[in-house]
């Protein structure tokens, strides 16, 4: 491991979060779910949306007044089955995590049943929610629009947001299957981590305005926010590597968080208003799906494990060792993070130490 990194334990940083939260007025027990989702992103591996998203995210848009602490969780219109919610501006985690629990519980009783939000912010991975039903015995969907980062096919201009499409499943085996990836081929979470670290993009992740690709982070950072640069779409650059399907997918996340809720799309969710800062006004959907209105939990646990398991028991490619299925690397990440604790680079440690000091947090860490 670099010597940039240090090993902290995910216990501390998830304690230091809440306790953060909670010294920028969130609820006590409402901070405990949102440091719990951010704890969870860094145990899994998704370091971009872990500690490292702590004061450039939550801590920096509190303090600005444009994310609010104390959740304001409006039910609009409500079905058996439905539910259409406005978060008003508060701790996307929180909303996300009652609108996902609205889902289940309506989804015990009827099957299937999902809920809509508009008027949230940014929500941590989205893998936490679809694990909430996976708990329970159930499918979980989710999907969220994002600021404005990648570019339609054939174009150079930032219009939709990366708009994680994310699955979780039961199986029988000792993880789920999670896949929770954007519909981009990379997010800005990713480039924000490849900036701290002052690591190089690979060619082909971002375009700028005149069709070239940009490597430097640091660039590509300030280029996302004045519109001189996008992300490409899953499936890369134009159709012969089938981009197409990337910008499709992304389009119909970007629908489903915002035609049904009534909500902001697209370049309404730049975070700015009248050049200043602004709610980003997010949208999401959750949808939980109970498999015992369809067949036995066991019977498809036991299909579900072996497809996965025929999938990486399949011919491997010369030079690799195994093939992996969704959810998998997670799973053996979080094993070993238990252990050894999760690897912070030298900026997010930094930040770390500013957000202490400025809150009159009693905190005295190893690595100072």
Known sequence: MPEEFVRIKVSLLKNFMKDVFIALKVPASEAEICADILASADLMGMDSHGISRMKPIYYDRIRQGIQFPKTKFEIVKETPTTAVIDGHHGMGHVIAYRAMNMAIKKAKKYGIAMTAVRNSTHYGIAGYYPLMAVKEG?????????????????GVENMLGTNPQTWGIPTDEKFPFL?????????????????????????????????????????????????????????GIGEEMGGYKGYGYTTVIEILSSALQDGAYLKQLTGKKNGKPAPYCLGHFFM???????????????????????????????????????????????????????????????????????????????FE
């Open 179 to 235: 896949l929770d990836c954007a519909t981009s081929i990379t997010q800005r979470g990713k480039i924000e981590v490849y900036a701290k670290l002052n690591k190089k993009l690979p060619e082909g992740w971002v375009i700028n305005n005149d069709g070239t690709t940009e490597t430097d982070p640091h660039k590509v950072l300030k280029a996302l926010t004045d519109g001189t640069a996008a992300l490409v779409p899953l499936g």
């Open 288 to 366: 939980a799906i109970d498999i015992s209105h369809f067949t036995s939990l066991k019977k498809f646990k036991k299909t579900t494990g072996n497809i996965l398991r025929q999938l990486r028991a399949s011919k491997k490619a010369i030079g690799q060792k195994r093939i992996y299925t969704a959810g998998e690397k997670e799973y053996y990440t979080s094993i070993e993070r238990i252990k050894k604790g999760v690897p912070v680079n030298a900026q997010t440690r930094l930040e770390m130490i500013k957000m202490r000091d400025e809150l009159g947090l009693k905190y005295k860490f190893d």
């Open 138 to 154: 159930m499918i979980g969907l989710t999907g969220t629009n994002a600021r404005p980062s990648i570019a339609p096919t054939f």
